[in-house]
């Protein structure tokens, strides 16, 4: 099953952001994920966009390999430097169907 990483980061500081660009694709790709997007063009079309100035998507094979990529110790030192400049979230959600209706999707049952 599918999982993705969705990160929403309002910048304060971008200092951090060459380094983090240039490097985290590739720790990502060990972990088997891989970016879906990276992209500042956010548009609401129901509610207020939320006050951030990215979000990326990333999807990894399972959750052990996104939480592998988060723990990893090669991340840590980028992850630091994103927290000091940003103010982020990160959240994670699996590809399965709550309501069970949508059968390319994978249900929890």
Same mark, same amino acid.
């Given at each position: %099953?599918?999982?993705?990483? #969705? !990160?929403?980061?309002?910048?304060?500081?971008?200092?951090?952001?060459?380094?983090? @660009?240039?490097? =985290? *694709?590739?720790?990502? *790709?060990? *972990?088997?994920?891989?970016?879906? +997007?990276?992209?500042?063009?956010? &548009?609401?079309?129901?509610?207020? @966009?939320?006050? =951030?100035?990215? =979000?990326?998507? #990333?999807? $990894?094979?399972? %959750?052990?390999?996104?939480?592998?990529?988060? @723990?990893? /110790?090669?991340?840590? /030192?980028? @992850?630091? !430097?994103?927290?000091?400049? &940003?103010? +982020?979230? $990160?959240?994670? #959600?699996?590809? +399965?169907? =709550? !309501?069970? &209706?949508? /059968?390319?999707? #994978? &249900?929890?049952?």
């Amino acid at each position: %099953m599918a999982h993705f990483l #969705i !990160a929403q980061v309002k910048v304060n500081d971008d200092s951090w952001i060459p380094d983090y @660009a240039a490097k =985290v *694709h590739d720790l990502v *790709h060990r *972990h088997g994920g891989k970016y879906l +997007s990276r992209s500042g063009a956010i &548009t609401a079309l129901e509610g207020d @966009a939320p006050d =951030v100035d990215l =979000v990326a998507i #990333i999807q $990894f094979p399972s %959750m052990e390999a996104l939480q592998a990529f988060v @723990a990893d /110790p090669e991340y840590a /030192p980028f @992850a630091k !430097a994103r927290q000091d400049g &940003t103010n +982020s979230q $990160f959240f994670a #959600i699996d590809s +399965s169907d =709550v !309501a069970g &209706t949508i /059968p390319y999707l #994978i &249900t929890d049952s």
